[in-house]
């Protein structure tokens, strides 16, 4: 017995030491709160599918924790984009839910984000996204009304991405626009259109369109005029160009791709860098699980929210693409925007 005993310490010994040396993931998040930041007030899109995922994602996750959204918004939703790159606990108990056009703000305003957006532990998103122009007045109903009528857009940051958006079809397709900055959110600035302050902007997302606006879009309370997303939207009427399509030389697309093509991860999730990669795995296979769940899919219809998935190493390989722009489009783009080198 005693030889027995002799022969199973070893074993027993190894076994503990194998279970000491194993990452507790599969119990990690039991009993665990995981705060999902969104760069955007109650009611905006990037909200609404922060919502959608905070309902959905745990179920898939071990441990089955609470997802929470953390609204942080400021400065067109790099406030917390640079909170989750720069400040956040890399721990995986913190996630956000990004605006697309923070990702190339190193690029083109290094002195305001310092972060590089290739370091995120990219999740997956949740969308595609086509962006748009509309305006709430009647003297601009199409692209040629808007190429003879001057016009007043609004936007939220100077930097945001509906001012950049802006500033780019402006400069690309001649057009004569004053941009108003200032506003707290897209909502505001809608808000703005729709009592006359502004006429309208630029990055008006299809998806938001669908959810809060389409009955006004079918009556003509509003005009859209471009379509600024890699491919027209199918759910908008063919007459509305596409700015891809109108491009005058390359020079011109590739600017146009630096800024626009981002919104191919419409509704990116990202976990801050350096967090541990047995819980990115975690985050990304609960991810994957989540958007092909038959209850997400239903939850989606229930409250009109598009989904059009995308796994998180494409995202990996457009924000490469981007941070690969040759310089030379880089400071034309800065040239469009204002910014000033150094």
Known sequence: MATLGVALFPLLCFGAIVAQAQPATSSFYAGKTVRLVVGYPPGSTFDNYARLASRHLGRHMPGNPTVVVFNMPGAGGLT????????????????ALINPSNTIEPLINPELAKFDARQFNWIGSMNTEVSTC?????????????????????????????????????????????????????????????????????????????????DSFKNGGFHVVLQTGLEKHPDLPASIPNIFD??????????????FALWAYGAPIMAPPNTPEDRVAILRNAF?????????????????????PMKYDRISALVAEAYNTPKDVIRRTQDILGIERK
């Open 80 to 95: 917390a984009t640079s909170y989750a790159a720069k400040a956040a606990t890399a721990d995986g108990l913190t996630l």
């Open 134 to 214: 509309a305006f709430w007045t009647d003297k601009v109903k199409n692209l040629e009304d808007l190429k003879r009528v001057p016009v007043t857009v609004g936007a939220t940051g100077l930097l945001s991405g509906s001012a950049v958006a802006s500033k780019v079809v402006e400069n690309i397709l001649g057009l004569n626009m004053k941009v108003v900055v200032g506003y707290p959110g897209l909502n505001e600035v809608r808000l703005a259109a729709e009592n006359k302050e502004v006429d309208g902007f630029c990055g008006l997302q299809v998806s938001f369109i669908k959810t809060t606006l389409m």
């Open 246 to 259: 109108l491009a005058p030389d390359q020079a011109s697309r590739q600017i146009l791709s630096l800024v």
């Open 288 to 308: 994957d699980k989540m958007v092909t769940d038959p209850l997400f899919i239903e939850d989606t219809k229930n409250v009109n929210l598009e989904s059009q």
